[in-house]
């Protein structure tokens, strides 16, 4: 609940500091003495839209701080965290002013923005008043309302939802993918046709350029190659180190010792010459090809660079592209059976949607008449009998908080032609369709202080003191303030301040008074009978009190 509200320097208000309580708050006083500050006041804290100009002539800057006491599991805790700020418990909203139209917020001394105050506002205060379009006649929350009456719970209808939307995503980007490849189709058959004709392998251009190569260089040094082989062989140096082995070998043992070390000299030049023989006559072999291979080496090779070109990728990069067409054209070939499985997921999605979306559509219809019937129970009190309000349940588009569009209408007659809240009831009756609303509805507040501006004008006597009493009912373990003219409501206000206006120093100033038993006496029957105050009046006020 809201504990406390400090001013200073708003519009006529120089400093003011107030302590509220739980229960039913009554603020009273004539006309133009500064109530409707007070509440321009709070809302600017809350970050409201409002006036533009709330700091008081002459004042650097005006500030309004407000202090919250609030439960564990308190809605407002969620928005803080979410928002990232920290808390102990405490809510301490303040928010300056100053004469340029700059304005700073705070919670708990930490720099926020108006948005975060205003999103909090949401859980912590409800203002209901004949121009309150935040709401009860703000037709957008109107099923918010009825969900909250009914206890209706939306979480599965959401999951559903995002279900429905995740797959009416998928079944889109698989269209949108299928048309972008069936717009190639012709290419990708062509393309991977003519890779998979070459089946291009990482290296094999390198393998094909050197086998080309050789070969062409191959006519050119086979006659030297031949011709050094001869000359290697029996016919040339093996056969003439052989004689001349064999030769000296003869003679070895009458040389005394002195060939030995020659003739081991060459049993290893004919071992080199051997190696020397067999490693050119392995060149001479592989030099050995046919012309027609050659041509065929070539072919490969153009073929493969070709279409490394065409692709605009490097050689050893065609068969890693290949394989990425050849993934393309088996989509498109399977791309009709994954349609079909999305669009079944589609359908099974819709289908549980709507089922969902249909059940909460019935709990609605049911709650709209059992909403019905509490309204008229409600309004009869209030002198409205003859008035019908009703809950209109009709269908809209889909979305998350399901298929229905919901909206209170009235008509203050049997026959008469009904609609909006704010279009068809004068002053008078819209206050007590508001208060009657907000009764059958209370249940679904909880936590939040209740702000009513001036609900009961237009009415008086015991519609008043009717007004009054569902007043002091809805304060029962929550918080209300009440701004009231209507001596009967401020009677039944569990504390009661009155609002005056002050002139010091030819300024004029709004401050706020508490008032004890006594000054209750006279502030009520002022109220009932006006500047003058009689004893009869005094009377009346102690009747209404109770005292």
Known sequence: MLRSLDIRDMLIIDRLELEFQAGLNVLTGETGAGKSILLDSLGFVLGWRGRAELVRSGAEKGEVTAQFDLPSGHPAWAVLEEAGFDHDGELILRRTNYPDGRKQAYINDRRTSGELLRALSETLVELHGQHDDRGILNPKAHREML???????????????????????????????????????????????????????????????????????????????????????????????????????????????????????LERVLHELNDAHQGVEAVLDHLQFDPLELEQVEEQLFALRGLARKHDVLADDLATFAQGLRIRLAALDGGEDELADLQNSLTEASAKYQEEADRITKQRQAAAIKLDAAMGAELAPLKMERAVFKTDVTPEPSGPDGQDDVSFTVATNPGAPSGPLNKIASGGELSRFLLALKVCLSGTTEGVTMIFDEIDRGVGGATADAVGRRLKSLAEGAQVLVVTHSPQVAALGGHHWRVEKQVRDEQTFSTVIPLDEPARITEIARMVSGDTITDAAKDAARSLLKV
């Open 147 to 265: 969900d909250s009456f009914a206890g209706v719970d939306l979480s599965k209808l959401a999951k559903r939802w995002q279900a429905l939307t995740a797959a009416k995503r998928a079944l889109k980007r698989a269209e949108k993918a299928l048309d972008e490849i069936r717009a190639e189709e012709e290419f990708l058959r062509h393309a991977v046709s003519e890779l998979d004709a070459i089946d291009p392998q990482p290296g094999q251009e390198a393998e094909l350029d050197v086998k080309r190569r050789q070969m062409q260089a191959g006519e050119r040094i086979r006659d030297d190659i031949s011709k050094a082989l001869q000359a290697l062989g029996l016919n040339g140096a093996e056969g003439m180190t052989n004689d001349a082995a064999r030769w000296l070998d003869g003679v070895s043992d009458q040389a005394e010792g002195q060939l030995d070390a020659p003739l081991a000299a």
